[in-house]
């Protein structure tokens, strides 16, 4: 039996220069942080041939092409398996849809997890790689490359994402109580809707192929929100962090008309109201986590509390993916 996790991540500036219709032609830059909160997959070898699946639905097959699964069935295509033999479980600490990047998360300990049951090894780099090929290249999904990147990797990185495809990454050089500040003061609250990011994405590549002057301007000035954030938590500036946190969510809900509904800036407005220097929602937008900076933690978590939003402690996760069972 093989068993891998993959961490979650969240976006800590210059998020949505990641995807393909943005980088190609300007070069993107953006900061994540994996955190200790995973996606899991185990894969064992059935005592009968057949392709048996165990996720939020359940299926039977006998060839790949038949999978229903569409990550899980290029997977196995890459895999390329002479005798179709194979069971795959998954199983996730937080539910898709909450802007998490639990799809990419996915991918990578699927990947890992195939190749270690055909007892090959692959560098954070190949295996973010190939989840970005099954994700963007073969199932054509309107995603950028952050999600697969961090949850191989781990850690809190940079990544530099070429206009010829390439990408770079680098630890963000932080020292032992920034880190701990960051840990202590961003909060996660969920708001209880779930989204697929899909339709946001598709409209913001949409318009970048388009050279739609204010989508362009907008990720431009974001990616330098990206580095602005860098250089702050390298100085150890992390109140200024959290500012450029706010100023970075004014940017980001111009990017689309769904990224954000009346009640979910009730709750922004709350959040700033009682601690929080600043925040956003995670991911895409139109749902999900919202994130907040706040060094009056208590105050901040008495007020969401009043709210019925439940927040979700983390911590940051330095493994990646790894195998943790072999």
């Known amino acids: 039996m093989i068993i891998t996790r993959s961490p979650l991540r969240v976006s800590l500036g210059g998020g949505g220069t990641d995807?393909?219709?943005?980088?190609e032609e300007h070069e993107g830059f953006l900061i994540a942080g994996a955190i200790d909160r995973y996606v899991y997959v185990t894969?064992?070898?059935p005592f009968v041939e057949g392709i048996f699946l165990k996720y939020s639905a359940l299926?039977?097959?006998s060839q790949i092409?038949?999978?229903k699964h569409p990550i899980i069935r290029e997977a196995l295509k890459l895999i390329a398996l002479r005798t179709p033999q194979v069971e795959i479980t998954t199983l996730a600490d937080i539910p898709s849809g909450t802007g998490l990047g639990s799809s990419g998360s996915f991918t990578t300990a699927l990947i890992k997890a195939l190749y270690a049951h055909r007892r090959s090894l692959l560098h954070p780099a190949e295996l973010a790689k190939i989840a970005c090929d099954i994700e963007i290249n073969r199932l054509g999904e309107p995603l950028g490359k952050q999600d697969q990147y961090i949850s191989a990797y781990g850690g809190v990185t940079c990544f530099t994402f070429k206009k010829d495809g390439a990408v770079?990454?680098?630890p963000l050089r932080v020292n032992t109580e920034t880190l701990f500040n960051l840990e202590d003061n961003l909060l996660l609250f969920f708001t209880g809707f779930a989204r697929s990011s899909g339709s946001i994405l598709k409209d913001q590549h949409q318009r970048s192929v388009q050279h739609d002057s204010a989508m362009i301007k907008n990720l431009h000035y974001v990616k330098e929100l990206g580095y602005r954030s860098k250089e702050y938590l390298e100085k150890g500036k992390t109140g200024e962090f959290g500012a450029l946190m706010h100023e970075h969510w004014e940017h980001k809900k111009k990017r689309s008309g769904n990224m954000t509904?009346?009640?979910i800036d009730e709750w922004y407005e709350l959040g700033r109201k009682h601690g929080a220097i600043g925040g956003k929602l995670v991911g895409a937008g139109g749902g999900g986590f919202?994130?907040?900076?706040?060094?009056d933690r208590n105050r901040l978590r008495q007020a969401m509390?009043?709210?019925?939003?439940?927040?979700?402690?983390?911590?940051?996760?330095?493994?990646?993916t790894k195998i943790m069972v072999s």
Request: aromatic share 16%.
């Open 168 to 170: 770079e990454a680098e």
């Open 59 to 61: 299926e039977h097959v």
């Open 65 to 67: 092409d038949e999978v």
């Open 43 to 45: 894969v064992i070898r």
């Open 19 to 23: 995807l393909p219709s943005y980088y």
């Open 290 to 295: 919202l994130m907040f900076y706040a060094e």
């Open 305 to 320: 509390a009043r709210a019925n939003l439940e927040e979700v402690r983390f911590r940051f996760d330095f493994e990646g």
């Open 261 to 263: 509904n009346a009640t």
